[in-house]
């Protein structure tokens, strides 16, 4: 065999393995070079599954500043590869090296296989129901064997062919996003192959494409791609984790997503999915979880990769290497050790270079972005880098603004550019429209954009992820037809998922049968939904709907599916079997949609506040002002162009102080008015949206300056999105009859 040329004995290579060649590569035969960070280890060794099946293991011989790396040779693609260390087995001081363990590469780019429960994958002893022996002290001697998955050397072939694909880079004022899951959103299709059913190449099938780009979708946010594995409670029960939220590796894309049953062929078949997703104009927005993985509890928990390499950096662990727990997942990722904030930092790089990903949503941020001692802090290490990486500061970036500990809940607290899911504009609008517990005031904030969370450091409105549902919880339709979680088929007795859900079941729990009652629940309900849509599509912010809540998916009241279990299976994906009522609905959401592209007022960059609390006197002032021409109705201080807008009361008058302050009322009836320059002649001038959560009565049009000419665009009383010819056309001043809720909206132009 022909000499290898070593590495600098004194300068470590990036973590990972790459296959060497040129002058670094000599004459050796399939050369690589690797890299791995286990700074407490005493020995390190390359374990490469031969093509018997045993295991050659070939010591890595240099050691710089805790990385472990070396120059092998013989290691052609297609092999599959892990690594093993042994060091100190001390559990009170973080030390849990098992050299009987096999560990996944935290960089491997291929990863293939899936856990097996036993007592291989546990670096501590167990016993018979593996429980740990002597609270987890004692180490195990039981070799990893084939229970833990392997990584697979990445091939030297052609560079995939992108075809040209470049970042979409839609702005945020453009922006709507769909959350969905890999699997669900196509598992149930019935024009795609069977095959291709679930899988990435299924999301780029044609038939998927067409149908969120003629909703008006312009981003995919994908739940969580990473190589997961399921918790040993769930394993241990036949179950398996569906939503991903438990990462196996954060560099892999997870192998069973994949048509391809080769392991190598899984990362073109993930890059033909964006480069088909872009074409359709549509971004791809990662949901990732660095915040924990799925290594589970010090004490109690598997050994797949990081804990049998670094658990003292990876994991953030008390003075006893107990794990400190901000994610309620039974351990949380330490981002304060500097190649932990690395790792995660080149991991993010990683599927932006290699994928070409428009942006990431990062799940629980706050647990990553709380220092030594355990404080949040917007100028976190993780923070600062994410804002000026070159790469990364140019990609979509949007937080889960909160974690389960105290200190945690950050909404509206992130620096720029990030955006945040706005938990107070979900719970507002589920309460406005269907429990009755939010206010006028409230509803008209979050509807606003949020200023009160978002309007400082330079943010802009479009900071605001406005959303009402999203994978965890209810659909859109679940929300209006259970007060009550039903969670049983998840196996856990019901006990799982949140009992605080906002919802109204309109009288009937679940189902209704078919009579006239129940058809008017139903009705109802369907009203309901539309609300809803109308308040998140039509708000000031970043639109997201959950997939399927466009055309009235349901769950059958469950509230947590985050487990595939036989019982729930069905439920997790999308039927695209629709009801005449479901067409409907999908009619209605694509005319919101395309409202909100149509009015330059709706979705505005730039913030506006709702009217506030005034004395008497000044409603009258205003009165007296939209009397005059709209051009010298509305000053624009310092020359910024920004969206004005007035509040009326439901009998077309402007609002008072007092009643602002009525808890009792519940209609209000915004105008805005979009800067001049972004209205051309002929274009609608202005843009009036009625939020009306009363019952039976009227809603009078404002009356604004010479904007005398109205078109009444949609209503939530309507099944389908066209105008019904029965159905009145008021002008300003006068009075349009309303059924019971809904979201009005009509358009103004000079007469």
């Known amino acids: 065999m022909a000499p290898l040329p070593g590495p600098s004995p004194d300068i470590a290579p990036a973590p990972g393995l790459r296959r060497l060649s040129g002058p670094a590569a000599g004459a050796a035969v399939d050369p690589v070079e690797v890299c791995v960070v286990a700074p407490d280890a005493t020995a390190v060794w390359l374990c490469l599954q031969q093509p018997d099946g045993s295991e050659r293991r070939e010591p890595l011989r240099h050691r710089v500043h805790g990385a472990w790396f070396d120059h092998v040779q013989d290691v052609p693609a297609g092999t599959r590869y892990c690594f093993r260390a042994d060091g100190p087995w001390d559990p009170t001081a973080g030390h849990r090296f098992n050299p009987a363990k096999r560990l996944l590469d935290p960089y491997g780019t291929v990863v293939t296989g899936e856990p097996r429960l036993g007592p291989e994958i546990f670096a501590h002893a167990v016993d018979d129901s593996l429980e740990p022996v002597d609270g987890g002290a004692q180490r195990s001697e039981v070799d990893s064997g ?43 299709h019935p024009d795609l192959p069977e095959e291709l059913r679930g899988t990435y190449a299924g999301l780029a099938h044609p038939a998927v494409l067409q149908h969120y780009r003629n909703l008006g979708a312009t981003a995919i946010e994908l739940l969580p791609v990473h190589a997961k ?6 394993m241990a029960r036949g179950h398996e984790n569906y939503w991903g939220y438990n990462s196996l590796s954060w560099f892999a894309p997870h192998p069973g997503y ?25 971004e791809v927005i990662l949901d990732v979880v660095y915040n924990h993985t799925c290594e589970q509890s010090m004490a109690a928990g598997p050994t797949y990769s990081w804990r049998g390499l670094d658990a003292r950096g990876v994991y953030r662990l008390d003075d006893v290497a107990r794990d400190v727990d901000h994610t309620g997942c039974r351990n949380t990722v330490d981002t304060n050790d500097p190649d932990t904030l690395r790792m995660v930092l080149d991991s993010l790089r990683h599927w932006v270079t290699e994928y070409h990903v428009d942006g990431f949503r990062f799940d629980l941020l706050s647990a990553v972005a709380r220092d030594e001692r355990g404080a949040w802090r917007r100028d976190h290490p993780l923070l600062v880098a994410l804002r000026t990486d070159p790469v990364l500061s140019g990609v979509k970036l949007v937080a889960e603004p909160w974690d389960v500990s105290p200190g945690g809940w950050q909404t509206g607290s992130y620096p720029p550019p990030f955006a945040e899911w706005n938990d107070r504009f979900r719970d507002a609008t589920r309460d406005f429209w269907l ?29 605001s992820v406005n959303f009402v549902t999203a994978h965890d919880g209810f ?16 196996g856990e007795e019901n006990r799982d998922g949140s009992d605080q859900n906002r919802s109204a079941n309109h009288g009937v729990e679940g189902p209704v049968p078919d009579t006239e009652q129940g058809r008017v629940v139903a009705a109802a309900r369907r009203r309901s939904m539309r609300n809803l849509l109308a308040t998140t599509i039509l708000a000031t912010g970043t639109p997201m709907l959950t997939a399927g809540d466009e055309f009235g998916r349901t769950q059958g009241g469950n509230n947590n599916l985050y487990a595939l279990t036989p019982e729930n299976r069905e439920d997790a994906a999308l039927d695209w079997g629709w009801e005449t009522w479901q067409t409907d609905l999908l009619e209605t959401t694509r005319r919101l949609l395309e409202l909100r592209r149509r009015f330059a007022a709706i979705g505005h960059q730039r ?70 320059d972004e209205v051309e002649d002929g274009d609608e001038a202005a843009v009036v949206i009625a939020l009306h959560a009363g019952g039976a009565g009227e ?19 309507w099944e389908h999105p066209d105008h019904p010819d029965s159905d009145a056309d008021p002008q300003p001043g006068q009075a349009l009859p309303v059924s019971g809720p809904s979201v009005i909206v009509w358009s103004l132009r000079r007469g």
Not at 229 to 234: D, F, G, I, Q, Y
Not at 437 to 445: D, F, G, Q, V
Not at 475 to 490: C, G, Q, R, S, V
């Open 146 to 188: 084939d229970a833990v998955p392997w990584n697979v050397v990445p091939a030297d072939g052609p560079a995939f062919d992108w075809q040209g694909d470049e970042p979409l880079r839609t702005p945020w004022r453009d922006t709507v996003v769909v959350e969905g899951h890999v699997q669900g959103l196509t598992a149930r």
């Open 229 to 234: 594995a399921s918790e040993t409670e769930l």
């Open 258 to 282: 994949a048509a391809t049953d080769d392991p190598l062929a899984v990362v073109d078949e993930f890059r033909g999915m964006v480069r088909a997703l872009h074409s359709a104009g549509l």
């Open 435 to 463: 429990t009755g517990a939010a206010t006028i005031s409230e509803l008209a904030t979050r509807f606003s954009g949020s200023s009160d969370l978002f309007d400082h450091h330079g943010r802009l409105p479009t900071s």
């Open 475 to 490: 659909t859109l339709h679940d929300l209006t037809a259970y007060d009550h979680k039903h969670n049983e088929a998840n």
């Open 607 to 676: 913030f506006y506040a709702p009217w506030s609390p005034t004395p008497e006197g000044d409603a009258e002032q205003l009165a007296e002002q939209l009397s005059e021409p709209l051009d010298e109705q509305f000053g624009r201080p310092g020359g910024v162009a920004q969206v004005q807008a007035a509040w009326f009361a439901q009998d077309g008058q402007p609002m008072t102080g007092e009643q602002w302050a009525d808890p009792a009322r519940r209609s209000v009836t915004v105008a805005l008015v979009p800067p001049a």
């Open 699 to 717: 809603v009078v049009l404002p009356q604004l300056g010479d904007l005398t000419r109205a078109t009444l665009e949609w209503s939530a009383a």
